[in-house]
């Protein structure tokens, strides 16, 4: 009794198996149809996406909006054209500033140098004409002025010519018949420019014209 039992038991035990992979089978085809018909889904979905964000199509502007970028657009020109503008101006300057530092890198030194010209001039002409040493120191002085020269120094000795406040100033005004008025009756001072800068003006006398019963 007990091995037809056993029998027994063993049958319905294996019959429950075949029905539970049966069962099995039927949930994963079910599964696959499921994953099939997601799949169709994400495709259908996919492919919608495409079409709505296909660059191919040509979406309409307003015309607020294109007149807005134009504007934008413009206001950039515009800017980037100042700024062109103003990156000219810097290198100009900044090329205009390199040669006027050297133009005029000695610009102190020889200021320093033209109260030492002035008293050399003066001790020429105090010196008598025979001195043996004349003709040296004359020989130094025109060297020191070539060499000024060379530097882009120039004399400003405007005698006879019209009076200019810009070049010279007035230290006296006389009355001279032979001079025009407004006009340079003497150098007292030599002026010095260097280059196109003023070192130091001249200072001279200027002619009041000639003398009248009226201005006596």
Known sequence: MDTIDEKTQYRCEKENVTAEIRNLDSQLTEGDQNMSGMASDGENFISDSEKIVDPRIVMPVSGAVADFVNLELQQLKEQLLRVQADFDNYRRRAIRDQ???????????IGGLLPILDSFELGLKSAQDNSSTLSGFQMIFTQ???????????EIAPQGEIFSPQWAEAIAYVYDENVPREHVVQTVRKGYLLHDRLLRPASVVVSKGAQTEENK
């Open 99 to 109: 040669d006027d530092l050297r133009r005029f890198a000695c610009m102190d030194l």
């Open 144 to 154: 020191l002025q070539t060499l000024l020269t060379t530097k882009g120094v120039k």
